[in-house]
Nanobody, 116 residues
Framework: QVQLVESGGGLVQPGGSLRLSCAAS????????MGWYRQAPGKQRELVAT???????NVADSVKGRFTISRDNAKNTVYLQMNRLKPEDTAVYYC??????????WGQGTQVTVSS
């Protein structure tokens, strides 16, 4: 059974930082591309950042320079380091695992709220 379990969300003030983690099980983690997506109330889910099995990263323009995605294949975990958070970063953040588009899995999401 595939499981993606996110953690690290919470309430943070503008300008603060959070690190999200996504622990994967039930998949050959090292061969999967991993990603973080987010969905704000009333909006569609959007890409935040992805990292391939080889370590190449892609980051949305809206978070470039503030967010960093990384992975630890030994721990089957992908991370999203979020710095200089803004109120518009408030959303539910979802972890995604994808292999050649044939195998695509989602976590349950973790809430990030940026507010003073």
């Amino acid at each position: 059974q595939v499981q993606l379990v996110e953690s690290g969300g919470g309430l943070v003030q503008p300008g603060g930082s959070l690190r999200l983690s996504c622990a994967a099980s039930g998949i050959a983690f090292s061969i999967y591309s991993m990603g973080w997506y987010r969905q704000a109330p009333g909006k569609q889910r959007e890409l935040v950042a992805t990292i391939t099995s080889g370590g190449s990263t892609n980051v949305a323009d809206s978070v470039k320079g503030r967010f960093t995605i990384s992975r630890d294949n030994a721990k089957n975990t992908v991370y999203l380091q979020m710095n200089r958070l803004k109120p518009e970063d408030t959303a539910v953040y979802y972890c995604n695992a994808n292999y050649r588009t044939m195998y695509n899995y989602w976590g349950q999401g973790t809430q990030v709220t940026v507010s003073s």
